[in-house]
């Protein structure tokens, strides 16, 4: 009676480390599939190695971390996502939107500003993480005199080194 519970047990246990391996063999095909679709829509091919991690990457871990508020999402069970997008370009963007998309991502947007809940580090389904910290300039349009940023979120720089340009409501 015993032994049969106990290679009931460890069939479970075999059981349910298999489903976990099966589902992160899945994840990184998965991850694989999204890049290769990058590389394909991609008009910069060479410079995309330097700006897509994913969890085989040895950098994907301290890129993920640097930005982190909220201490309890740096714990191991804490949900990462499929690939981190560091753009530096539009393209690359409209590019990881469009791929996304195609593979069923969903996409989580790391812009600088204060994320203490964690919305944009996790998720409970595979995501992908577009981080918009490299994306720091702002060039202005001379025919609209607009500036037009190269980012999310408002680009308060911009307005510190400009301050003429602060609208007056």
């Known amino acids: 009676m015993k032994s049969q519970l106990s290679s009931s047990v460890f069939l479970l246990v075999l059981t349910l480390t298999f489903s976990v391996s099966m589902a992160s063999l899945s994840s990184l095909n998965g991850s694989k599939d999204f890049i290769s679709c990058i590389q394909s829509n991609s008009t910069n091919v060479t410079s995309i190695s330097q700006h897509i991690f994913t969890p085989i990457n040895a950098s994907f871990l301290p890129v993920w971390q640097v930005a982190v508020q909220n ?81 999310a979120e408002v680009d308060l720089e911009y307005f510190f080194n400009h301050p003429q340009s602060i609208p007056v409501f």
Request: overall charge positive; glycine content about 4%; hydrophobic content about 35%.
């Open 71 to 151: 201490i309890r999402l740096l714990k191991p069970s804490t949900p990462k996502p499929s690939v981190i997008v560091t753009p530096v370009e539009v393209t690359l963007i409209q590019t990881t939107l469009f791929c996304a998309k195609k593979y069923g991502y969903e996409i989580r947007i790391r812009s600088g500003g204060h994320d203490f809940e964690g919305l944009s580090y996790t998720s409970d389904v595979p995501f992908v993480m577009i981080d918009f910290t490299n994306m720091r300039r702002m060039e202005e349009y001379s025919e609209t005199a607009i500036p037009y940023p190269h980012r």
